[in-house]
């Protein structure tokens, strides 16, 4: 099977209000991918678009709007796929499967949302229909109280994680300084994150403002090409594993992030490589209790420990396994449907030694885990240069 | 390349409202397709739902909903794929490249939709998502506006076309009568197609309400395999091909359906078949006049002569190439998300020889072609029994 690489991208810096609109954003992103790919639009066999949207647009059926890059592409199939916060990781796993199928030589994978352009009522209401409505559609808080509702039990489970919670918005708030694309860039450190007061409110059950990820409106590109195709760089796919489990909590242990943690097992069996063989890691933290447990899901600590990874200082720059050395959602916002177009972006610049001020020495393996609603879509890259 | 066969389905039948959930929909459709392929749901290795929603449902992020049918299924990668109109083509699109990429040995594919949950004036509003909004947005008349534009344009090209239109509505309700899954099964009779009448006024522009497809509830799924699975039936994709036009109808020539035209050429080409070797075709009859252009752009007459194919009686049952004989769209019901598999299916059973009353005799290539908006998703699927 053809596993395909990425062979160049492109990456919007992500903003809390891009003037641009939904279509100038898709197409500003794929053709810079296109330029830094050095492939012409002509090459282009298939275009994948993530867009989440869910009443963020009012222009649904957008796949087609990425045709607008060039005449060139005039013809070419055009697919948006969607798999909520998940969505981006989803367009770049469909796009490796055209290629594996022979399909397509060279896929544009597109990730975009905007989500200022409705009222913040809303922004809350639309991230909801993400949760399984029937029952979760009247939690408080929009998506925050669905993660609230996980952090609460997990500390009744596990006890206070208060400390732990700080520190990694604290990391990836740090991190995100350094990361030119990240929306937030201000290293608000640990006590600021840890304590509830004005600046930092409680959001919902113990998660504070500075466990969640900001709105955002972005977009991310790249482009995937077949292994055997000249390129002047090529990021290669070890793993590329989708796990998607039921979308009803009550059907769950909420807490053990299932999906999540077979999502890595599969990859890691898949690469043929081991946790410890990771360089960096991005991975899906919407709301700092998030990254916590992925901690325990991906494997780093065993379930009911994931303070220990942050608080050793493991997944710091610098530690054993720097997770989100991006800034991820927290620092660098979270468009829903870019969010997983930019965590391969961004894994991508780590291995060809290009994200400046956040690059991690020598990069070699980078894994890259995004997430669908409560650990609903699971998706689990693991990319490794290979030219 | 490994094309991948149907070896089963299920139909529920199209109504004006369903009063199960899109759930119950969903899971209904796809229980009854993986009992029908004698298909296990641990031998499933993938699952693509095909759904619209643009404003129609208040749950969005769909996909793991399928996971519902069985605890089998838990665990297993399921996307959501989208392409408006023709988002039903596209999940099964996907599913044979899941198959073709050797990621996937047995795929489930579940098209739905649920329209009758919103007050009829958000109908409109919402497939008018599926337009170029920024210029097509405010037509009058939702969706039915814009196709009553491409009639009138089509009128002032080629000249009136009402006896045609009336000749298409007319012949798809008569068929309609035959399957016991349509929506509407009454014989209107052409006289009633032609007249402007109490029952019959104009909707938009030159079209009237029967020249419009109706509202609908529905659901359908098949199960795709790889060539090589045992079954006890086969249906083999001699061709499976998409093509997207610009959204923007202002940077097209909107009565040639270009990519409609391209879909069909590439097709033909890919299985090797002259378009006089269909048995059949189920093509998109959204509107009356969609269908058609759909003759011309197919290649069955030369353009601005659609009306020949229906005045000649070729398209009818029992003419050269019977045209939606399950009565199309337009007898049958467009529940969006799910139009495309339907197509799917009962081109199946057609060659399957379980089509019961709307049997066209000895069928043995089948031609689908489901369109996405005004002519920008295309996607062409011909079909062949091979068991």
Not at 111 to 116: F, H, L, N, P, V
Request: glycine share 10%.
């Amino acid at each position: 099977m053809e596993k395909g690489v990425i062979i160049g991208w492109h990456h919007l810096p992500f903003v809390k209000e891009d003037a641009r609109s939904l279509e100038e954003m898709i197409v500003a992103a794929g053709t810079q991918a296109l330029d830094h790919a050095g492939v012409g639009p002509e090459e282009i066999d298939a275009v994948y678009l993530g867009h989440f949207n869910a009443g963020f647009s009012t222009q649904d059926f957008p796949a087609s709007l990425a045709l607008g890059i060039d005449p060139a592409l005039r013809f070419k199939p055009a697919t948006r796929v969607e798999n909520a916060c998940a969505t981006g990781s989803a367009a770049v796993h469909q796009g490796l499967q055209a290629i594996a199928a022979g399909k397509a030589r060279h896929v544009l994978v597109i990730g975009a949302e905007q989500m200022s352009r409705v009222p913040p009522k809303e922004v809350g209401a639309n991230l909801l229909k993400a949760s399984y409505v029937a029952e979760e559609g009247s939690i408080p808080g929009g998506f925050a109280g669905v993660f609230g509702r996980i952090a609460e039990l997990y500390f009744q489970r596990y006890g206070d994680q208060t400390e732990a919670l700080a520190a990694i918005a604290a990391k990836n708030h740090k991190n995100g300084v350094a990361n030119p694309l990240a929306q937030m860039r201000k290293d608000l450190g640990r006590d600021f994150c840890r304590a509830v007061s004005e600046k930092n409110p409680l959001v919902a059950g113990p998660l504070k403002r500075t466990d969640c990820s900001p709105v955002s409106d972005g977009a991310a590109a790249l482009v995937l090409a077949a292994g055997d195709v000249a390129a002047t760089r090529a990021i290669a796919f070890r793993a590329a594993v989708q796990v998607n489990d039921y979308l009803p909590m009550s059907k769950r242990d909420i807490l053990a992030f299932d999906g999540c943690r077979l999502a890595w097992r599969k990859a890691l069996a898949e690469a043929g490589a081991a946790l410890s063989d990771l360089s960096l890691t991005e991975t899906h933290d919407c709301f700092t209790i998030a990254e916590l447990i992925e901690y325990e899901a991906m494997g780093l600590v065993p379930a009911g420990q994931g303070a220990r990874a942050i608080l050793d200082g493991v997944t710091e720059m610098g530690g054993k396994l720097p997770v989100n050395p991006s800034g991820g959602l927290k620092a660098k916002g979270h468009p829903i449907g870019a969010t997983g177009v930019s965590m391969h972006v961004l894994a991508a610049m780590q291995l060809d030694g290009t994200a400046g001020d956040f690059q991690v020495k020598d990069a070699e393996l980078a894994g890259i885990f995004n997430m669908g609603g409560s650990a609903v879509a699971n998706y689990v890259s693991i990319l490794e240069r290979v030219k």
